[in-house]
């Protein structure tokens, strides 16, 4: 559901609330407005959506600390992004997805349930550059679902995601999507605290992995995110309190052999 904040100008923001968390503990800064100055010298201004008293459960609204290093990672690798078709899964506030496109993408696709946050900060950076807004698009995507993952016209060169884990029950509609989305050569970058694979810590990570190795792709962990990586904490129901390890950026690539479907 979404909850309306009142601005003190008297606009309206939509503070997005996730049905599967009873509150997170916020990342430092969670409520700043995020400046990234990208390696071809691009600015970006990141806002996030949800203020102070509205935010006890959110998740789309803040800018989490795995896009930030995604977006890092993309800065300092663009060759990852240049000339290819990309898609963000749970965009939030897009930060890692206009990245993308700042660097040199040929086609964004930023998706999420809630798409405001994504659409306000798309418009804030690049509406006065029609030739960087014209590389995006914004469509709502829930996990799973076919007829939206058709809208989408897959298969990606690319997709990314930071910070998708943190829920299990989401692992396999996730991994549908994922598969969906793909064709053999298409490559996966994750930004997690939840695990990666083989990691024996995160045993519900460990699931997720196995089905996509078993869908076809290969997975393996390329980056510890230098001095960014740190611990994040996570509140969840019923299970209580959660920890998390280090960000890292997990490769995935379907393999020539990948089936049609997760399994």
């Known amino acids: 559901a979404q909850t309306p904040v009142v601005q003190a100008n008297g606009s309206q923001l939509s503070c997005v609330r996730s049905p599967s ?49 995604l977006a890092d990672f993309l800065s300092a690798n663009p060759a990852w992004v240049v000339g290819k078709r990309v898609i963000e899964l749970g965009a939030g506030c ?32 690049f509406l006065k550059r029609p030739e960087l807004h014209q590389r995006f698009k914004l469509r709502r995507l829930s996990w799973g679902d076919a007829e939206q993952i058709a809208r989408v016209t897959p298969p990606y060169d690319l997709i990314l995601g930071s910070d998708l884990l943190y829920d299990g029950s989401f692992h ?10 793909s064709a053999p050569g298409t490559r996966v970058l994750l930004a997690t605290p939840d695990g990666v694979p083989g990691d024996g810590a995160c045993s519900y990570c460990g699931r997720f992995y196995m089905r996509l190795d078993d869908a076809g792709f290969a997975a393996f962990d390329i ?13 969840l129901e019923p299970a209580g309190e959660l920890d998390r390890g280090d960000i890292s950026i997990v490769e995935l690539i379907m393999r020539a052999d990948a089936e049609s479907s997760a399994t």
Do not use: I, Q, Y
Not at 29 to 43: A, I, Q
Not at 172 to 181: C, F, G, P, R
């Open 21 to 69: 968390m009873a509150s997170v503990e916020r990342p430092v800064g969670w409520n700043e407005v995020k400046t990234v100055v990208l390696s071809n010298g691009t600015r970006l201004r990141v806002e996030p959506e949800c203020s102070m008293a509205s935010a006890g459960d959110g998740t789309g609204g803040f800018v989490w600390e795995a896009a930030s290093v």
């Open 94 to 125: 897009g930060l890692a997805g206009l990245a993308a496109g700042a660097l040199g993408a040929a086609e964004v696709t930023l998706t999420d349930w809630h798409l405001s946050a994504a659409e306000r900060n798309l418009d804030a950076n």
């Open 172 to 181: 396999k509609s996730l991994a549908d999507t994922l598969v969906a989305l």
């Open 223 to 235: 980056a510890v995110a230098g001095p960014r990586a740190k611990k994040a904490r996570l509140l």
